[in-house]
């Protein structure tokens, strides 16, 4: 709205629709598991499940998960009401297909939702372009910015068509969030914090979490009433 740049790919990380099943009897399917995968990977086969609806093509997945995100909704997009409709859509027929599928399973005669969410999450959105852009090598090596202000602690967890596979941290790097990063490019008198930072799709899979969405609002927060207290706008850089 402010017409300042953004950052956003042409590929981005499937969304998921966090759902929680029941009636499932446990002991019946632990005997069987063999038995549901290879129905699992017949019913993807004729199209009554669909790549995505687990994340990497394991049955047990949606079965065991007690915190429910469980599958991929692919092309997931919150950019505007639309398309946060049409996500949520996709996100409801996988949960119905799985559903459907569980009650064919031994043991999933019985199931239904025990609970899930109202929408269908998504993990990508928009970034601003800042006075910093924080590159997934800045996050690998630790990088520490002249203007951090904040951590960020957590692997680079980039989810694909095919699942995801974390890249860990070494032992010891622990990467840093630039004031810059918090800036669009540009502007004044204005902060964001959360996963919209300024960061590389890379670097964004891993500072998108919520303990460094929570350091970078305290940071912002912090700023911006220093800022207003000296009738500047935050800097910058440190050098400002
Ligand atoms: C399925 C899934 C699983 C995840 N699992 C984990 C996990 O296990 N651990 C973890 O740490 N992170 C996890 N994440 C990532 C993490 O939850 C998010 O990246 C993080 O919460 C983003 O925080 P945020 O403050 O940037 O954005 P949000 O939490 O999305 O906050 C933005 C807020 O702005 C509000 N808003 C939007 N537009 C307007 C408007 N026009 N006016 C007023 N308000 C508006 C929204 O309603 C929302 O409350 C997961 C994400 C997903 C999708």
């Avoid at 004044?188 to 460094?212: E, H, K, P, T």
Wanted: proline share 4%.
């Amino acid at each position: 709205m402010l017409g300042f740049e953004r950052l956003r790919g042409d590929d981005r990380q499937p969304g998921t629709q966090v759902v929680v099943y029941k009636g499932l009897n446990r002991d019946v399917i632990d005997k069987n598991a063999k038995l549901i995968q290879q129905m699992y990977n017949e019913a993807v086969k004729e199209g009554r499940l669909q790549k995505g609806d687990t994340w990497s093509g394991k049955a047990m997945q949606p079965i065991r998960s007690k915190r429910g995100n469980v599958n991929h909704i692919f092309g997931a997009d919150s950019t505007d009401a639309g398309t946060q409709t049409q996500t949520n859509l996709a996100g409801r027929k996988s949960v119905l297909r799985m559903l459907k599928f569980l009650k064919t399973i031994p043991g999933g005669e019985n199931a239904s939702i025990d609970r899930m969410m109202n929408e269908t999450a998504t993990r990508e959105t928009f970034r601003i372009k800042g006075e910093i852009t924080i590159t997934v090598r800045d996050y690998q090596k630790g990088r520490k910015f002249e203007d951090a202000l904040c951590y960020s602690f957590y692997p680079i967890d980039l989810h694909t068509k095919d699942g995801v596979v974390p890249k860990h941290l070494k032992r010891g790097v622990v990467p840093t969030i630039p004031r810059g990063a918090l800036i669009p490019k540009g502007s004044r008198n204005l902060m964001v914090a959360g996963r919209c930072l300024s960061s590389d799709r890379y670097a964004n899979s891993a500072a998108r979490v919520q303990a460094s969405c929570m350091g970078m609002g305290q940071a912002a927060a912090c700023t911006a009433v220093l800022a207003a207290k000296s009738s500047v706008t935050p800097p910058r850089s440190s050098l400002d």
